[in-house]
């Protein structure tokens, strides 16, 4: 693949507080090539019973990523642009592991190929110089692909931040969630 296209300085951003639920993003992935018809990206309810809130749940790219980290298999691998890939066909047994150690929920084991698939930001795009399938149709911009000054001008109030921490354990991620002006980090617990 010709990775001369590829733009290092773009990144992935996601807005939870913009995020309608259109569900725009889950159709558009399932139209990728690359996933067999599945969509990789989740829209979600807060808290269906007290709210209409929705939030998109996309993979974060971890820089240590845990779900290759636990593969037995070798079957999940991160590229030097951080992205990382859903699980190898040739390689993954099904057992689940990437599943239960991702601490954002990410990848989903699919029974009928007995295959971890999760996002891989659109690696058959991006890699080209396009943007992930998701971003392009997103009206709300809750996700939105580019570099960090574009989404500094277009949310001023708001800060990009890609680390986590969940307990004592700090995850940074390729992906970054936006937030109130002046954030670091996220606390998850």
């Known amino acids: ?17 913009r ?9 558009a992935c399932a139209e990728c090539e690359t996933n ?6 989740s829209v ?4 269906r019973s007290s709210t209409i809130q929705t939030t998109v749940q996309v993979c974060m790219h971890c820089e ?9 298999a070798d079957a999940i691998s991160q590229d030097e642009f951080g992205v ?5 066909t040739e390689r993954c047994i099904g057992c689940s592991n990437c599943v239960m150690a991702c601490p954002f929920g990410v990848p989903k084991k699919m029974e009928e190929y007995d295959l971890m698939m999760k996002c891989t930001m659109c690696y058959d795009r991006t890699s080209v110089g396009k943007k992930p399938m998701c971003a392009t149709v ?11 000054a574009e989404i500094e001008e277009m949310r001023p109030n708001s800060s990009p931040i890609n680390t986590f921490i969940f307990g004592k354990e700090v995850v940074n ?5 936006m937030m109130p002006k002046g954030s670091k980090e996220l606390r998850i617990y």
């Open 173 to 177: 991620t390729k992906v970054n969630i």
């Open 44 to 47: 979600n309810y807060v808290e």
């Open 138 to 148: 997103c009206p709300s911009g809750a996700l939105f692909y580019g570099t960090r």
């Open 84 to 88: 990382v890939h859903t699980a190898n």
């Open 1 to 17: 693949m010709n990775l001369t296209n590829f733009n290092k300085n773009e990144e992935f951003f996601v807005d939870l507080q």
């Open 36 to 41: 067999g018809q599945e969509s990789l990206i």
């Open 64 to 72: 240590d990523p845990v779900c290759a980290n636990v593969c037995p």
């Open 19 to 27: 995020c309608i639920g259109c569900k725009a993003c889950e159709m």
